[in-house]
């Protein structure tokens, strides 16, 4: 069986977003005739997987706070007693200065410091005359795509650079003046693989103008319905409206909902005792300042860090599922990875934020909940929902399971194959099969 090097600074145990695709692509791809052996940094916790190469990892970061004398467990503003502004998108001078000292240290990412260790592994894996037929590098961190390139160069084998977010092309970044400075950067790297990977149409489009002369594919991302096996259906006994994931110093903002809410508080058409709206994921001081504001305190709970399966279960039992659009609504190509969560979930889905785009399309597809593109189809979606809920004890769930089905990740890990077998000019699955029956 031939054998892909996938390289990714995040994998399990770790739990974020950015580890469950490459953990997906290990799992999935030897179904399709790809081994695939595992480069990523070294965690707390062991992995007893032979497939997974571990290497060292020097926090770039942490190394300038212990320089300047402070504890690289703990923020900047935090030991120097700095305010942190309390609304979204805005922040204080000495904050920006900040970010912009941090981006400066980092350049061209804050896990720079993972590409020596990882270059020596890779140089390892040559010299001990491991073969790799292939490489895959995701994206973000964009450093790995810099390990990429030089291990194509190493093991002398095709390489797809796969990008979950854009580099420089990605409106939703907080650093769009100094990512131009990066557009050189990302151009002489890119322009060595084989073969381009990303999650939307609208991205792979916008690739395919910087980079024309090469094979950009769309993998959308997926869920693992084997992570919903375990987890009991059971719902919450009040109308409760989960979010689960990152705001990104409100790049996504809840406030129409609370808008809304609020209204509807007012005007009695949902009761304060029996609704819920629930934040799981790190709470920005921003967000308690909306639900003060809003004065939502007895509706509203941030529940702060949790464990993924906690996280999946707490999905699983809600009658609703929030998910944040990105605020520009010049986004029209992201998802949001916690789509496909919230499929495997199985719950209604509501949507709120951004323009029309693919995540709209999705929903639309899969009927498991609805974009809401303005304060009246919020208000629409929450008074049919209560209402469904007062009645009958729960919010039903629409979703088609035929549409829903093209979203897993073996769907995902079998189009990786088809890419990997087109770079590396091998059979595609139907080929072999043909040529087996002769």
Request: aromatic content about 8%.
């Amino acid at each position: 069986m031939p054998r892909v090097l996938l390289i990714t600074f995040c994998y399990p145990p770790t739990e974020v977003i950015g580890a469950v695709r490459p953990a997906a692509l290990a799992k999935y791809l030897p179904r399709f005739g790809w081994d695939a052996v595992v480069l990523t940094p070294r965690v707390r916790q062991p992995r007893l997987d032979s497939r997974i190469i571990e290497t060292d990892y020097r926090d770039v970061i942490s190394g300038w706070k212990a320089r300047l004398g402070l504890d690289h467990k703990r923020s900047v503003h935090e030991q120097l007693r700095l305010p942190i502004s309390s609304k979204p998108g805005a922040g204080f001078l000495h904050s920006r200065a900040l970010e912009i000292g941090k981006y400066v240290v980092s350049y061209p990412d804050a896990t720079k410091g993972w590409t020596p260790f990882a270059v020596q592994a890779i140089q390892a894996i040559r010299e001990q005359g491991q073969k790799i037929d292939a490489i895959i590098t995701t994206s973000p961190p964009i450093s790995t795509h810099l390990i990429g390139n030089q291990a194509k160069s190493i093991l002398c084998c095709p390489w797809i650079a796969d990008l979950r977010d854009l580099w420089t092309q990605n409106f939703a970044s907080s650093n769009r003046l100094l990512n131009r400075l990066q557009a050189g950067l990302e151009k002489r790297t890119l322009r060595a693989a084989d073969a381009l990977v990303t999650v939307s149409a609208p991205w792979a489009a916008r690739l395919r103008e910087k980079y024309s002369s090469q094979t950009v594919a769309t993998i959308t991302n997926g869920f693992d319905p084997d992570d919903f096996a375990d987890i009991p259906k059971r719902l919450t006994e009040k109308f409760t409206i989960t979010y689960a994931g990152r705001l990104y110093q409100g790049g996504r903002n809840p406030k129409v909902l609370f808008e809304v809410l609020r209204d509807l508080l007012d005007e009695n058409m949902v009761s304060p005792k029996d609704t819920r709206v629930r934040f799981y994921g790190e709470v920005e001081p921003w967000l308690s300042a909306l639900v003060q504001q809003y004065r939502l305190e007895e509706v509203v709970e941030l529940c702060g860090l949790v464990t993924r399966h906690e996280s999946l279960q707490r999905q699983a039992e809600s009658q609703v599922l929030l998910l944040l659009g990105w605020a520009d609504p010049r986004e029209t190509g992201q998802h949001s990875g916690k789509l496909f969560e919230y499929f495997g979930a199985a719950r209604p889905i509501l949507a709120i934020g951004g323009g029309r785009g693919v995540l709209t399309e999705a929903l639309e597809e899969t009927h498991a909940g609805v974009h809401a593109l303005a304060k009246e189809q919020v208000r629409d979606f929450l008074i049919t929902a209560y209402g469904e809920f007062k009645a009958q004890g729960c919010v039903s769930y629409k979703g088609k399971e035929s549409a829903i089905d093209r979203y897993t990740h073996l769907r995902m890990a079998r189009e990786f194959a088809d890419v990997l077998n087109a770079v590396a000019h091998r059979p595609q699955p139907s080929e072999m099969a043909a040529k087996a029956s002769l």
